[in-house]
């Protein structure tokens, strides 16, 4: 009696580990998303100020040009954290490096100027306009209707290309949203058009308030 007594509980115990294991699932995969998009703004504003120091004369080429930090008399600034140049979502923890190419971030810019009402956000500084004011001109002729599907313009590149911006290699549906888009791959990050409330958590059929403003 007592052996068939713990089995029993051994089966319940089961039964329940079994029910909770999506909700923890989804817990560690939406802790996983904010921190890429933590690590993802980290990495656009050290894109910022590498580009202000150049006078917009010079892009990064590498995530290393970042974490080598910029010069300040006969030290080095540092503009990213070690962490930061990390993707969590990412298989090799990789960025995937986006180039200022129209046909790339003109998909992203058209959901963040939805996001935010019609309003597309102006670039940090005039130094930025020579790739804002050409990525602006091709925002109307972009269809971005689906959110949810991967990126349609998707290259991995993560070294020695110029890039104005990083995204994750993951082609997967998101949790959490990031300028109402659901899918890892189209979360651009970078110093261009930053708007304001930049995600939002939704679960399965039902979305949730925003959590998240900037």
Same mark, same amino acid.
């Given at each position: ?36 998009? *933590? ?41 990213? *954290? ?117 995600? *939002? ?14």
């Amino acid at each position: 009696m007592t052996l068939i007594a713990v089995m029993g509980i051994m089966v319940i115990f089961a039964t329940a580990l079994l029910a909770v294991a999506p909700t923890v699932q989804m817990e560690v995969q939406r802790d996983k998303e904010l921190e890429s998009i *933590r690590r993802g703004e980290e990495v656009a504003r050290a894109i910022e100020q590498y580009v202000i120091h150049y006078r917009g004369t010079k892009l990064p080429e590498s995530i290393d040009d970042l974490l080598e930090g910029l010069p300040q008399g006969t030290k080095k600034r540092m503009i990213l *954290r070690p962490s930061a140049a990390t993707d969590p979502l990412s298989e090799d923890g990789k960025w995937r490096l986006i180039e200022p190419e129209p046909q790339v971030i003109a998909a992203f810019a058209k959901r963040v100027q939805e996001y935010n009402n019609g309003l597309l956000p102006s670039s940090p500084s005039q130094l930025f306009d020579r790739w804002a004011v050409v990525i602006v001109n091709s925002v109307t002729d972009v269809d971005e209707s689906d959110s949810t599907e991967p990126d349609p313009n998707y290259e991995v590149v993560t070294d020695n290309t110029p890039f104005i911006g990083v995204a994750s290699q993951s082609r997967s549906r998101s949790i959490v949203t990031y300028y109402g888009i659901e899918n890892h791959s189209k979360w651009i990050f970078t110093p261009l058009f930053r708007g304001s409330g930049t995600s *939002r958590i939704i679960p399965p059929r039902q979305p949730t308030p925003s959590i998240i403003t900037r």
